[in-house]
């Protein structure tokens, strides 16, 4: 098993910045993609970026260009780095990591809201 635990949200104006990080422990060497997902009140998580064992980093259409996923190579800790925040991008981010096997892990989410 993997334990994730989340720090770095908070509350941001439009147009500004946010770094998230994600601090991994437990079965590491059993991890082969790490990332982030949001959640809204009364939607579903959705993928918000992830990278794989070989630094391959997949984004959801709606932060290409505003966000960038990085992870140590050791794979203990991943992190989000967040620009041009937009309101839409309020939620509670939920780091993620998946084992070989399909064993799924999540942290216990940080809240970031976008507002003036």
């Known amino acids: 098993q993997v334990q994730l635990v989340e720090t770095g949200g908070g509350l941001v104006q439009p147009g500004g910045s946010l770094r998230l990080s994600c601090a991994a422990s437990g079965r590491l060497f059993q991890v082969y993609n790490m990332g982030w997902y949001r959640q809204i009140p009364g939607k579903g998580r959705e993928l918000v970026a992830r990278?794989?064992?070989?630094?391959?980093?997949e984004y959801a259409d709606s932060v290409k260009g505003r966000f960038i996923v990085s992870r140590a190579s050791d794979k203990s800790m991943v992190w989000l780095q967040m620009t041009n925040l937009k309101p839409e991008d309020t939620a509670v981010y939920y780091c993620?990591?998946?084992?070989?096997?399909?064993?799924?892990?999540w942290g216990q989410g940080t809240q970031v809201t976008v507002s003036s």
């Open positions: 990278i794989d064992s070989g630094s391959r980093a």
């Open positions: 993620h990591a998946v084992e070989y096997g399909a064993r799924e892990n």
